[in-house]
């Protein structure tokens, strides 16, 4: 417990968002002042790493493959696996600030597509309440008084624009509950490329939206998927099984509740049955680096 000071610019006493300039991996990203990313990545340096790991044993098995970000935010994932491996990547991200900032940060790379669309289950208008606006937006679907109307695309629809997209088997997603959601808009995709999929398991959120997040995950079973990886939400890796272990996996979802646990979300990494063998890989990789912590 303590306090952290630091002196303030005059932005900051006004509310309004100072960009800073912080370094991921190789490269300089530029970020909103209260953006969590700047303090997440100095604290802990390790932060997100795993998806560097995971990206490289995929461009092992597939070198053509490239990658999609799904809540890019301003482009700290993009900046930490293309300081490891030259990849085509797609970055989706749904904030309109956040955008600018991502757009702007991608002035540095080549091969690398940019959407600003919020994606879920379903095309259309949906009511929301926004939370986080401007670092780490959150939608929580209302009919409220403070509710506004915001466009939802899906995986499927954007990525028919995309013309290589069958070449994509590395998908990321981290939209704060909108995860699973997100994997449903996207079944046609996933169905046919069977990527690797890592994504955030946040029941706080998921609750909040009245999302189960476990069915989802039993889709994806019947689609082929077996391996799943399970991390802390620093990222350190926790423990391997598969879906079709239901008991473990509804426990994994009970933990997590967002009351008793001493963890606030989950970072899951699924793979289909046709990339075990990259899939053990993995975790013989993981479980190593985990015992050397």
């Not at 970000?69 to 700290?76: Q, W």
């Not at 915001?150 to 509950?177: M, P, Q, R």
């Amino acid at each position: 417990m303590g306090y952290e000071i630091k002196k303030s610019s005059r932005k900051e006493k006004k509310n309004i968002p100072e960009i800073i300039t912080i370094k991921i991996g190789e490269f300089n990203l530029k970020v909103n002042s209260k953006n969590i990313l700047s303090y997440w990545y100095h604290k802990y340096p390790k932060y997100n790493l795993e998806l560097v790991r995971g990206a490289e044993i995929v461009q092992k098995k597939y070198p053509q493959s490239g990658i999609i970000d799904i809540g890019a935010n301003v482009g700290d994932t993009l900046c930490l696996i293309k300081s490891k491996i030259n990849v085509n990547f797609i970055c989706v991200e749904g904030d309109t600030f956040l955008f600018e900032l991502l757009r702007d940060n991608l002035k540095q790379f080549s091969d690398v597509i940019a959407f600003n669309f919020f994606l879920g289950e379903q095309p259309g208008c949906v009511p929301v309440i926004t939370e986080k606006d401007g670092w780490n937006t959150t939608l929580i679907p209302s009919n409220g008084v403070n509710s506004k109307e915001i466009e939802i695309n899906t995986l499927d629809h954007v990525l028919e624009s995309v013309k290589d997209a069958e070449c994509y088997k590395f998908l990321k997603i981290d939209t704060e509950g909108f995860d699973m959601k997100i994997i449903r808009g996207g079944l046609e995709f996933i169905k046919k490329n069977m990527p690797v999929i890592f994504l955030e398991y946040n029941r706080i959120n998921m609750d909040r939206i009245k999302e189960d997040g476990v069915e989802t995950l039993f889709i994806l079973e019947k689609l082929g998927y077996n391996k799943l990886l399970v991390y802390e939400n620093m990222g350190r890796f926790m423990l391997s099984t598969t879906l079709d272990n239901h008991k473990l996996i509804n426990q994994l979802h009970e933990y997590i509740d967002g009351k008793n646990s001493t963890i606030p979300y989950f970072d899951f990494c699924l793979f289909h049955r046709n990339d075990e063998d990259i899939a053990n890989e993995f975790i013989e990789r993981e479980e190593r680096l985990s015992a050397n912590q």
